[in-house]
Structure formats: structure tokens, C-alpha cells
């Protein structure tokens, strides 16, 4: 089967040229970590208990705290909101991009029930910090193991 030469295009070659340049990357750089690879921004969770309080932490780096809602409906927490593309980044020709963009929203199973109104919220440094009081069914106790044969101990 004969093939039909394609005529040159400079646009091909162009892009020939921007493959190989994202190989090269790649190499160096790790394998290619694209927007559409990535998949939607998702924040990084860290919670943990700190003085009878408990800490959620959410990792909203260039998220505007006003582009945040979070919400309590019984044991669930909800933060969610949106990261926003910058109009100008739209038109430039990225030669490495792990950035994403877009709707968020992550579901926390909170340890018992806690009131909203004992939620507080700050944001500092691009990290959503949510404190609230340990329920107080939640908090920890020791349990005392029984062994058979042996008497309890008190």
C-alpha cells in the first residue's frame, strides 16, 4: 500500500517539536501530571484531637475563603466551594501544567453529633482550619479487659 505524502506544514512541525519538548520534560521532571490526568481539585484533609477540641484541616491553596461553604447536618461535614481559573491563564500555552481547577466538595464523618453553632472556621495561609468541640459520647475511655479464671481488678 503506497502511502500519500502529506504535504509540510509548519504547525506540524511545530507540534512535533512541542511533543518532544514534553518527552524531554517528562524525563526530567517525572512522568506528565496534566489537568485532564489530575482529574478536579480535591483539598488535602488532616483532623486530629487537640485540648477536647477537634481540628479539621483542609488545604485550599488560591481558593477565596468567600468561594468556601461549610455545612453540619447531624455526624456529616461538608466543605465545599469552587478554585477558580485565572481569565488570563486561559490563553497561554502552558509547557507544564499540575494546577486544576474547579467544584470541590469533601464529606467529613464527624465523631457524634456536633451543633453547627460550635463550628468555628478560620483560614489562614490558604488552610481552612474548623474547630469544634469533642462530643462528649466521642471522647475516650479505658476499658478494662476481663479475664476469665482471674478475679477483676478495680
Keep these: 500500500m503506497e502511502r500519500d505524502p502529506q504535504k509540510w506544514s509548519p504547525f506540524r512541525e511545530l507540534d512535533r517539536v512541542r511533543n518532544d519538548f514534553e518527552e524531554l520534560l517528562d524525563r526530567f521532571l517525572g512522568s506528565r501530571a496534566s489537568r485532564e490526568q489530575r ?5 488535602a484533609l488532616e483532623s486530629f484531637i487537640d485540648s477536647g477540641k477537634l481540628v479539621i484541616r483542609a488545604e485550599l491553596p488560591g481558593v477565596d475563603p ?3 461553604d461549610i455545612t453540619v447536618t447531624g455526624d456529616q461535614l461538608t466543605i465545599g466551594g469552587t478554585r477558580e481559573q485565572r481569565i488570563d491563564e486561559q490563553s497561554r500555552s502552558f509547557i507544564h501544567r499540575e494546577f486544576s ?3 470541590f466538595e469533601r464529606t467529613i464523618r464527624l465523631p ?11 483560614y489562614r495561609n490558604g488552610v481552612l482550619e474548623l474547630t469544634m468541640p469533642v462530643p462528649e459520647q466521642s471522647k475516650s475511655r479505658k476499658v478494662t479487659i476481663q479475664v476469665e479464671g482471674e478475679p477483676s481488678k478495680r
Design 39 to 43: 482529574g478536579p481539585f480535591t483539598p
Design 101 to 103: 481547577y474547579g467544584s
Design 112 to 122: 457524634g453529633s456536633v451543633e453547627a453553632k460550635d463550628v468555628k472556621a478560620s
Design 66 to 68: 468567600k468561594d468556601v
